[in-house]
C-alpha cells in the first residue's frame, strides 16, 4: 500500500469512527454535564487513552489474531505491512472470513436501525420500513441463509463465518440494550454512583458502543497499525466533540442516517470482497466521505429551512 492510499485509509477511517460515534458523544455529554471538573478532565485523558489502546488497538489485534492464532501478537501489528510471503498467504488465507463475518454483522446492524430503531427520517422509504419493524428478523434470517448457502458451496469455514457474524450481532446488540439502559439512569439521575462508578461505567459502554466502528474498519484494511491510528484519531475527535461542541453537532439531525447507510455499504463491500470480487481500496472511504456528506447536507437544508421559518 503506498503513502497515498494509506492517507486515504486513514481519512476513511477517522471519519467512519467520529461518525458511527455521534450518538454515543451526546450520552456522554450529558453525563458529564452532571459531574465535576476533575471528572471531565479525567474523562478527556485517561479515558482517551483506554479508548484508543485497549478498544482501537486491542480488539482488532484480537479479532485478527482469532483467525490467525498461530501468529503473535507482534506478528499481527506487522502482519499486512510484511514484505513476507507466508504471512501474506495467511493473511489472504484468514481474510474472506473476516471479512464475511464483519460484513453479516454491519449489514443485520443497519437493518435493525431501519426497522427498529427510532429515527429522524432522512428518505421517505425510512418511514414505511419503520411501520414493518415485525420482519426485521424475517429479512435477516432469510440473508443469512442465503448468504450461508452460497458460502458453503465455496468453503465451509466461510459459512461459518457468516454465523459467527450473526451471532456477534445478537450478543453485542444484548450487551447495547443493557448499556442503553445504564446511560437512561445515569443521564437522568436516577443512579445513586460516584463520579468515579459513572466514568467505569461510560468507558464500558463506549467500548460496547465501539465495536461498530471496529468491525466497519476492516471494510478499509486488515493493517491493525492503520486501524489503531484512524480509529483512535476519531476516537479523540468524538472527545473533544463530547466536551465542547456536542450542542452543535446535534443540530445535524441526519448524520445518524448517514452513519447507517454507509455501515450499510461497507457491509455490503465486506461480504463481496470475501466472495472474491475484487474491490478497490479506495472504495470504501470514498463511499462514506459520499454519503455522510449527503446526509450532512440534508442537515444543512433542515437547520437553514428552520431559519428560514423562524426569521419568517
Request: charged share 15%; net charge negative; aromatic share 14%.
Amino acid at each position: 500500500m503506498d503513502i497515498g492510499a494509506m492517507l486515504l485509509t486513514i481519512l476513511g477511517l477517522v471519519f467512519f469512527e467520529t461518525i458511527t460515534s455521534l450518538d454515543n458523544a451526546v450520552i456522554n455529554a450529558e453525563v458529564l454535564s452532571k459531574m465535576s471538573q476533575k471528572a471531565r478532565r479525567w474523562f478527556l485523558l485517561w479515558g482517551i487513552l483506554i479508548a484508543v489502546f485497549v478498544i482501537r488497538g486491542l480488539l482488532p489485534a484480537a479479532i485478527v489474531w482469532a483467525a490467525n492464532p498461530h501468529f503473535t501478537i507482534e506478528d499481527v501489528f506487522m502482519a499486512t505491512l510484511s514484505s513476507d510471503p507466508q504471512v501474506a498467504e495467511a493473511m489472504e488465507q484468514s481474510g474472506p472470513v473476516l471479512l464475511i463475518a464483519g460484513g453479516v454483522f454491519l449489514i443485520f446492524l443497519f437493518f435493525h436501525w431501519l426497522f427498529l430503531e427510532p429515527k429522524q427520517f432522512g428518505l421517505p422509504t425510512e418511514k414505511f420500513f419503520k411501520d414493518q419493524g415485525v420482519w426485521f428478523f424475517a429479512v435477516v434470517s432469510i440473508l443469512l441463509a442465503y448468504i450461508t448457502w452460497n458460502a458453503i458451496n465455496l468453503d465451509p469455514l466461510l459459512a461459518f463465518g457468516a454465523v459467527v457474524g450473526s451471532t456477534a450481532f445478537f450478543i453485542v446488540h444484548g450487551f447495547k440494550q443493557n448499556a442503553e439502559l445504564q446511560e437512561a439512569k445515569l443521564v437522568e439521575g436516577s443512579s445513586n454512583l460516584s463520579d468515579l462508578s459513572k466514568l467505569m461505567y461510560l468507558e464500558v459502554i463506549d467500548a460496547t458502543f465501539s465495536i461498530d466502528g471496529v468491525v466497519g474498519a476492516f471494510a478499509f484494511t486488515f493493517a491493525v497499525p492503520l486501524i489503531l491510528i484512524g480509529n483512535g484519531i476519531g476516537a479523540f475527535v468524538v472527545r473533544e466533540l463530547t466536551i465542547r461542541n456536542i450542542e452543535n453537532v446535534k443540530k445535524y439531525v441526519f448524520l445518524k442516517n448517514g452513519a447507517m447507510y454507509s455501515i450499510f455499504f461497507l457491509g455490503v463491500i465486506m461480504v463481496l470482497d470475501a466472495f472474491g470480487a475484487h474491490i478497490p481500496s479506495w472504495l470504501s472511504p470514498i463511499i462514506t466521505f459520499g454519503v455522510v456528506g449527503f446526509f450532512f447536507w440534508k442537515s444543512v437544508c433542515r437547520i437553514n429551512g428552520k431559519k428560514e421559518v423562524q426569521a419568517a
